[in-house]
């Protein structure tokens, strides 16, 4: 059974930082894309930052370029995504997530078969 779990949200002041860690089990996820992607409150959940399986390519949403950044280590079968300059507008529930297949990075939630149960994170202005 596949499993993400994701750790490291909470509350932040804006301008602070934040890193989210997601730890995948159940499979090798050494080839295949990951990302993550946020929903806020009234919100429709939307990506983040997507990441390829050798980790060279990488999609960002244009409201985090610049200030978010992601990363893995395929040999402990984790991504991380690294907030910085944090502002009230990042305040959302964070989704980590793994394609079945793709090994590009893609903002597409349809890449992502699997999903984590999501984290909060709150930055105070």
């Known amino acids: 059974q596949v499993q993400l779990v994701e750790s490291g949200g909470g509350l932040v002041q804006a301008g602070g930082s934040l890193r989210l860690s997601c730890a995948a089990s159940g499979r090798s996820f050494t080839t295949l894309a990951m990302g993550w992607f946020r929903q806020a409150p009234g919100k429709e959940r939307e990506p983040v930052a997507a990441?390829?399986?050798?980790?060279?390519?990488?999609y960002y949403a244009d409201s985090v370029k610049g200030r978010f950044t992601i990363s893995r280590d395929n040999a402990k079968n984790t991504v991380v995504l690294q907030m910085n300059s944090a502002t009230p507008d990042d305040t959302a529930v964070y989704y980590c997530?793994?394609?079945?297949?793709?090994?590009?990075?893609?903002?597409?939630?349809?890449?992502?078969?699997?999903w984590g149960q999501g984290i909060q994170v709150t930055v105070s202005s």
């Open positions: 997530a793994t394609s079945k297949s793709t090994i590009t990075a893609s903002g597409s939630s349809r890449t992502y078969a699997y």
């Open positions: 990441i390829s399986w050798h980790g060279s390519n990488t």
